[in-house]
C-alpha cells in the first residue's frame, strides 16, 4: 500500500496526465539500468537485521514483507494510478469486484447504513441487495441522476455514499460535487467507481469524492489479458481497505500488475481515440431506424449531459443502444457483426459487445434488469482503437441484414 505520500511523483515535475501514464510510479523499480518494470515473483523479502525487518513490518520505514500484503512490481502500477487520481494514497486487488466488495466491507458495520443508485453494475448490485443485508447493513437504492431524491436519503442517516458515474451499462451519470456535498453534511464517506470515465476523463477526488475505485481489468490494462482492482483516496481510508484486504487475501498478482503496467503507458492515447470514436458512433447510431434509444453522455440529447459536460474531460469509450423488438433483436443483430468480440467485459483495444443479460447484469434476472431501468433489447458496445468509420460500416453491414 502506497500511504501519505504527495500526489504527484516527487521525481517528476508538474506534468500532463498522458505523460504521467507513461513515468509515473516506475522511478524506485527501475534496477540495474532497466527501462521496464521488472515481474518480482517473490513471496517474501529477507531481512539480515531484525530491527530493519521490524521498522518495515510496523510500517516505520518503506519495504515488503511478504507478498500478499505489497509486492515491488504491484506497488508500481499503485503509485501510478495513485498520481493519475492525484490521491495521497492508493492499494490494489485481484480484481475489481475484489476492490468493491473489500472496500465496502472494510469501512461499513452492521447497523449502518448506505445510500446508492439503482442501475449500479450488475455484481455491485448484488452487493447491495443480497450480501450487505444479510450483514445487517441497511441499503437504500435511489434513481440514477435523481438528485433530490439521492439527497434526501442520506439526510436520513448515512454512514456511506456509492456512486458510479457514468453507470455500466446505461451510461447515466451523477454529479459529484452535489452528492459529495450532502454526504459529508451527513458524516458519510462518498466512493466512486470510476472505471468508465478512467483518469484521463474524470477525478472523483477532485470533485469531492473520498474514495476512487477502478476495475483495472478495462480501461486502465486496456488489452484484456489481466485482471485487477485499484482503490485511491483519503490515506486513513485507504488503510483500513488495505488492512481488510491483507487479513482475507485478494492480493493482486505481480504478472498482472506488471500487465496493467504496461497497459497504462498508452491509456491516454486509447481514451482519447475511444473518446472520438464513441461519440461518432453514437451520433450514428442516433439516426438508425431499428434503434430506440441510444445511451451516451456525449450527445447534447442525453439527460446528464449537462452534468457530463462539466465534470467529464471526454465521454469515455463505452455506449448502449436499445433495439427495436427487444432480446429476440439482439440475438439477431450481434452475430452478424464482424469486428467485434461478443464477450463479457469492456475497456480494451478491440471493440466489445453484448447485452446485460450475459455481462454486466448477468446475475439479475429480467425482472431485476427492468426494475433497474435495464431493457432486455440493450446492447453495451465498448468501442476499441480500431477505425470509426470502419466499426460504423460493420454496424451498417448488421443492421442492413434485417
Avoid at 492525484?86 to 469501512?107: D, H, P
Avoid at 446528464?304 to 443502444?321: E, P, T, Y
Avoid at 457483426?337 to 480494451?348: C, E, K, Q, T
Wanted: aromatic share 6%.
Amino acid at each position: 500500500m502506497t500511504e501519505g505520500t504527495p500526489p504527484q511523483d516527487g521525481s517528476l515535475p508538474e506534468l500532463s496526465p498522458a505523460t504521467l501514464a507513461v513515468h509515473a510510479g516506475e522511478s524506485e523499480s527501475l534496477v540495474q539500468g532497466a527501462t521496464q518494470v521488472p515481474v518480482v515473483y517473490s513471496a517474501a523479502y529477507g531481512y539480515p537485521d531484525v530491527d530493519e525487518w521490524l521498522d518495515v513490518a510496523l510500517g516505520r520505514k518503506p519495504g515488503h514483507i511478504y507478498s500478499r500484503n505489497t509486492n515491488p512490481t504491484v506497488h508500481a502500477f499503485e503509485e501510478k494510478v495513485r498520481i493519475l487520481e492525484g490521491a495521497e494514497a492508493a492499494t490494489s486487488f485481484s480484481t475489481g469486484m475484489a476492490a468493491i466488495s473489500n472496500t465496502l466491507f472494510a469501512l461499513v458495520a452492521p447497523g449502518q447504513r448506505i445510500v446508492s443508485i439503482k442501475d449500479s453494475y450488475g455484481g455491485t448490485n448484488q452487493l447491495f441487495v443480497d450480501f450487505l443485508p444479510r450483514q445487517n447493513v441497511a441499503v437504500e437504492l435511489c434513481a440514477t441522476g435523481e438528485h433530490e431524491q439521492i439527497e434526501a436519503a442520506i439526510a436520513r442517516g448515512c454512514d456511506l455514499v456509492y456512486l458510479e458515474t457514468p453507470t455500466n451499462p446505461t451510461l447515466k451519470v451523477m454529479e459529484i460535487p452535489r452528492v459529495s456535498a450532502a454526504a459529508h453534511a451527513a458524516g458519510a464517506i462518498v466512493v466512486a467507481d470510476n472505471t468508465f470515465a478512467t483518469p484521463i476523463n474524470q477525478n472523483p477526488l477532485a470533485l469531492g469524492a473520498d474514495l476512487v475505485l477502478h476495475s483495472a481489468t478495462k480501461f486502465l490494462g486496456g488489452h484484456a489479458d489481466a485482471l485487477g482492482g485499484v482503490l485511491c483516496g483519503d490515506p486513513g481510508l485507504v488503510a483500513k481497505v488495505y488492512h481488510y484486504r491483507e487479513i482475507t487475501g485478494a492480493a493482486l498478482d505481480p504478472m498482472a500488475a506488471y500487465l496493467l503496467v504496461r497497459g497504462m503507458k498508452t491509456l491516454a492515447l486509447r481514451i482519447g481515440r475511444q473518446n472520438e470514436s464513441a461519440l461518432r458512433i453514437a451520433r450514428w447510431l442516433v439516426e438508425q431506424p431499428a434503434v430506440s434509444v441510444v445511451n451516451y453522455p456525449g450527445l447534447e440529447t442525453h439527460l446528464h449531459h449537462d452534468v457530463a459536460a462539466r465534470q467529464m474531460r471526454g465521454f469515455g469509450g463505452v455506449l448502449s443502444f436499445g433495439l427495436e423488438g427487444g432480446f429476440g433483436a439482439v440475438k439477431r443483430l450481434l452475430p452478424r457483426l464482424r469486428l467485434v468480440h461478443r464477450a463479457a467485459n469492456l475497456g480494451a483495444v478491440e471493440t466489445i459487445a453484448g447485452p446485460p443479460a450475459t455481462t454486466s447484469h448477468v446475475e439479475c434476472t429480467a425482472e431485476e434488469r427492468a426494475a433497474m431501468g435495464i431493457p432486455e433489447g440493450l446492447i453495451r458496445y465498448s468501442v476499441g482503437i480500431e477505425d470509426a468509420g470502419d466499426l460504423i460500416a460493420d454496424l451498417a453491414q448488421a443492421f442492413a441484414a434485417g
